[in-house]
């Protein structure tokens, strides 16, 4: 099987919101998307000081795509309109359908405001097709404990399986798109080799460490986002150090893209109509 090779590497950009450290990867100078892949923030780490204003992600709607959040560290309380509310901590992801139209608040509990502490966070938006759009909202939020770790390479890697299959493992999130999502934690000279991949677009991500991807003999550093080559089937990741990584892939959907802040759809009139949606209250109840 044909191993796929890096065809470029697109550092996190700083874009910082308000006093949150904010880098951005994707998009990016030369990335628009990773079909399906839309948009990757990655907050912190930082730490902040006791009597802090917290996260700043009040109430605010989305239409047309799904939001990964991985907790790396500290907590994220979830609230939406559709009646979901959790807590969430590190190891921890929220995967969130926003579909038809949601609107939800992302902030820092109340207790952290104030302590303060230690913050990491990564948000990944991942496109729905104009199929499923308008789908039910939807929330699912997991602890660490939710998740299933396979440690692999004699116990030089271990992969957090958040959706889709991996040697005979299965994550516990139904994507309705088929979406393989994971972190993985490698320590120095483990390696680990993802097969299956023929037509999938694939997302690696490195938060820490050093990496190495096939044949590729530059080590990747931390905060890059990888695009690989579309030839192959297969894709194998070494780490030179203690390596933190996201990696997931998903079908293309090959569909116009059209984002306007919140809402991605495939039409400006589509963009148009979600604005006056949401104006009309058509996307539920607001919240306080």
């Known amino acids: ?39 990757l923030n990655h907050h912190g780490p930082q730490t902040y000081p006791p009597h802090n204003r917290g996260l700043p992600f009040g109430p605010h709607p989305h239409r047309g795509f799904e939001t990964v959040t991985f907790i790396l560290e500290g907590e994220l309380a979830h609230r939406d309109n559709a009646g979901h509310e959790s807590i969430i901590a590190a190891g921890g992801i929220q995967w969130m359908t926003a579909g038809r139209g949601i609107v939800h608040a992302e902030v820092s509990p109340r207790a952290f405001l104030e302590t303060g502490g230690p913050v990491e966070i990564l948000q990944l938006w991942i496109n729905l097709p104009s199929r499923l759009k308008m789908s039910e909202p939807a929330y699912t939020g997991l602890q660490r404990a939710d998740i299933p770790t396979l440690e692999l390479d004699g116990g030089k890697v271990s992969l957090d399986l958040i959706a889709g299959e991996y040697e005979g493992g299965t994550g516990p999130v139904r994507s309705l798109t088929g979406v393989f999502m994971s972190t993985v934690r490698m320590r120095a000279g483990g390696k680990i080799r993802f097969e299956g991949l023929e037509s999938r677009s694939v997302f690696l991500y490195v938060v820490r ?52 802040g919140p809402f991605v759809m495939t039409t400006r009139e589509e963009i148009a109509q979600a604005i006056q949606d949401y104006q009309a209250g058509l996307f539920g109840a607001a919240l306080a």
């Open 209 to 260: 460490g050093l990496l190495q991807v096939g044949s590729h003999d530059d080590q990747i550093t931390a905060m890059h986002l990888v695009e690989l080559d579309d030839n192959g089937g297969a894709v194998e990741l070494r780490a030179e150090h203690d390596t933190f990584v996201v990696f997931g892939h998903a079908e293309p959907i090959r569909e116009p893209v059209v984002a306007h």
């Open 1 to 39: 099987m044909t191993d796929r090779s890096v065809h470029r590497l697109h550092p996190a950009m700083r874009d910082d919101i308000g006093d949150l450290i904010t880098q951005r990867p994707l998009p990016g100078p030369h990335i628009e998307q990773l079909d399906p892949f839309l948009f």
